[in-house]
């Protein structure tokens, strides 16, 4: 009898276990509605880091986990004709998600998700920043391109500004939770948040909002802006073969941070920066190109960098950024990042594109 009682008593315990772990587990029945992704690998990604993979069967594929404290989550899948991702909160219960429509549901918190990308969904917007990217890339001249720049530029402000206000709603109606983490993280990524802004809405957030990657990231991201700003000193940078220093000291110098597969720094090269040289060098301006972001190895990104300077003709003086390091000096969000610093050091203007790249030079040189 005693030993029945033991096994009976080590069943119950088992059985209260296995109970209080199924309440701390998420499950996710996902659904891929592409034939593409058809066997195509699926990645659950946290912090930016896989930590688990499937592959697409019959549509569909399914993770399982621990969610005792809720996070947030994103599935990736790659298909041979391109990437599909969405965000979710990994919450204990069934979580039911489309990775092509965006359907998600299930959970409270993901029903809020939902709910909050429902609001500030705007397909004509969306329509009319396609429509502008399209007529950028596919312009002949210079002239188009900076006309289809403009166009996009004036939509993208609009619906950032609509970014953020939706994600600080979603945010102050989750503060005690993962979501209004996410949610901050939504407005920095808008852009749109100075740092002393970013600071001051931080004040008094939870340290779960702080410490959250994409809002850590971008408070220091935009602290070296704001070391860097216009009317600061500018920061030195180590190159493969010198100094930033060594190339622009006493003089007024445009420096180009760019990589020779992005196409907008291609063409500012092309346009702008190497007619400026041949233009003002002799009158006291030196163009600096900055070349970050380089793809592969150390061989690939030295081949890479030769190739793009024979393509456009650059003979103006290059710094290869050794330590990968001097966007985050920098703060740069995106390239191409010219900026203009004066004989003395000092910054005199950030993120100068176009026709604004000359005017500038020309206030600088007093021309």
């Known amino acids: 009898?005693?030993?029945?009682?033991?096994?009976?008593?080590?069943?119950?315990?088992?059985?209260?276990?296995?109970?209080?772990?199924?309440?701390?587990?998420?499950?996710?029945?996902?659904?891929?509605?592409?034939?593409?992704?058809?066997?195509?690998?699926?990645?659950?990604?946290?912090?930016?880091?896989?930590?688990?993979?499937?592959?697409?069967?019959?549509?569909?594929?399914?993770?399982?986990?621990?969610?005792?404290?809720p996070w947030m989550?994103?599935?990736?899948?790659?298909?041979?004709?391109?990437?599909?991702?969405?965000?979710?909160?990994?919450?204990?219960?069934?979580?039911?998600?489309?990775?092509?429509?965006?359907?998600?549901?299930?959970?409270?918190l993901n029903d809020s998700l939902t709910a909050h990308r429902q609001r500030s969904a705007d397909p004509a917007l969306e329509g009319e920043l396609k429509a502008w990217l399209e007529r950028y890339y596919?312009?002949?001249?210079?002239?188009?391109?900076?006309?289809?720049?403009?166009?996009?530029?004036?939509?993208?402000?609009?619906a950032m500004h609509r970014d953020l206000e939706s994600a600080m709603a979603l945010y102050n109606a989750n503060r005690d939770n993962v979501l209004g983490a996410y949610a901050m993280g939504q407005a920095c990524g808008t852009d749109l948040l100075t740092y002393s802004q970013l600071e001051e809405l931080l004040a008094d957030a939870p340290e779960s909002v702080k410490g959250y990657k994409p809002v850590a990231d971008k408070r220091q991201q935009l602290k070296a802006m704001d070391a860097t700003a216009v009317g600061k000193r500018y920061t030195d940078i180590q190159g493969?073969?010198?100094?930033?220093?060594?190339?622009?000291?006493?003089?007024?110098?445009?420096?180009?941070?760019?990589?020779?597969?992005?196409?907008?720094?291609?063409?500012?090269?092309?346009?702008?920066?190497v007619p400026l040289w041949k233009k003002y060098q002799k009158k006291g301006l030196v163009v600096v190109g900055l070349n970050v972001w380089e793809r592969g190895d150390a061989a690939a990104r030295k081949a890479a960098h030769e190739k793009v300077m024979a393509d456009l003709g650059i003979d103006y003086p290059q710094l290869v950024d050794s330590t990968r390091t001097a966007t985050d000096t920098y703060g740069v969000m995106g390239i191409p990042q010219i900026m203009l610093i004066g004989s003395d050091g000092t910054i005199l203007a950030r993120d100068l594109r176009g026709n604004a790249i000359e005017e500038a030079v020309a206030k600088a040189l007093g021309k």
């Open 138 to 158: 596919t312009s002949d001249d210079a002239a188009s391109r900076a006309v289809a720049e403009r166009g996009y530029d004036s939509v993208a402000d609009i």
């Open 73 to 108: 989550a994103s599935v990736v899948a790659l298909g041979l004709e391109g990437r599909a991702m969405l965000d979710f909160v990994a919450e204990p219960g069934s979580i039911s998600l489309d990775i092509i429509t965006d359907a998600l549901g299930g959970t409270p």
């Open 240 to 273: 493969v073969d010198g100094k930033l220093s060594d190339l622009i000291d006493g003089r007024v110098a445009l420096v180009d941070f760019y990589a020779s597969w992005c196409g907008p720094c291609r063409a500012e090269i092309r346009d702008n920066l």
């Open 1 to 69: 009898m005693k030993k029945i009682q033991q096994i009976l008593y080590a069943a119950a315990v088992a059985a209260i276990l296995t109970g209080c772990g199924d309440g701390s587990k998420f499950n996710v029945s996902g659904t891929v509605s592409d034939p593409s992704f058809e066997g195509a690998q699926v990645f659950l990604v946290r912090d930016g880091e896989a930590v688990d993979s499937t592959v697409v069967a019959d549509g569909t594929f399914a993770f399982s986990g621990d969610a005792a404290e």
